[in-house]
């Protein structure tokens, strides 16, 4: 059980390049998410996936493009890469947890992808 | 003003010592909450969801304040394994459980 898994874990782009950040979870959950932290900073929300076939922008989507290519597997994909987009990029999962009258969503993190553009 | 605010710290505790972190959210219409810790450049990893008006788990107490809007983490006999930024969070209970995450408070425990 490999939980959240993030491919790369490093990458170097130039300036207007595009690449995918690619996630897969094996937790058969149906919420996944795809966040950004910059230093010293906490996680912002690019783009979410509530099940398989919807996407929803989160707080900073611009530059953005999300898949969610079926019930385990959330792409992100950057069409031109700027240097503003140099970041740790974070993969996450969740269910809805049950406890009395209250309903959360513990959220599963990937290892994250280092990307630097240049 | 940002939705989920944290003291950033750092706070430098010896081994042994009580901490308590402070936490305040904007976002009246949040139902669950969560602490996670995040050790250096790894992933954040859930440390303690908030039900009801706190919960406790060994050394780790998590206490809500729904009135005032704050939650709390208090860390009994710290451990230097305890070092790491600890992150606040609140979400809804509906639409993907769609969160905001603080910004992190660091905590170093000292031998």
């Known amino acids: 059980n490999a939980g959240v898994t993030q491919t790369p874990k490093f990458q170097v782009l130039k300036t207007g390049q595009s690449m995918t950040l690619q996630c897969a979870q094996d937790?058969?959950?149906?919420?996944m998410y795809w966040y950004r932290q910059d230093p010293g900073m906490g996680l912002r929300l690019i783009y979410y996936?509530?099940?398989?076939?919807?996407?929803d922008k989160g707080e900073v989507p611009n530059g953005y493009n999300v898949s969610r290519l079926n019930k385990r597997e959330f792409s992100l994909r950057l069409e031109s890469a700027a240097p503003s987009q140099t970041s740790v990029y974070f993969c996450?999962?969740?269910?809805?947890?049950?406890?009395?009258?209250?309903?959360?969503?513990?959220?599963?993190f990937g290892p994250g992808t280092r990307l630097t553009v240049t | 003003r940002k939705e989920v605010e944290q003291d950033p710290g750092p706070f430098n505790v010896p081994e042994g010592a009580t901490v308590a972190f402070n936490c305040t959210y904007s976002?009246?219409?949040?139902?669950?909450f969560f602490w996670y810790r995040q050790d250096c450049r790894k992933e954040p990893k859930l440390l303690m969801s908030v039900y009801s008006s706190g919960n406790e788990d060994g050394r780790f107490t998590a206490q809500l304040n729904r009135a005032s809007q704050y939650i709390s983490l208090l860390i009994r006999d710290s451990k230097l394994s305890d070092s790491a930024t600890y992150l606040c969070v609140g979400g809804g209970n509906t639409n993907a459980g769609k969160s905001t995450f603080g910004d992190g408070t660091t905590l170093t425990v000292k031998p």
């Open positions: 937790m058969n959950h149906n919420s």
């Open positions: 996450a999962s969740s269910d809805p947890r049950t406890s009395g009258s209250y309903r959360a969503y513990e959220q599963y």
């Open positions: 996936s509530a099940s398989e076939g919807t996407t």
């Open positions: 976002n009246s219409a949040s139902q669950s």
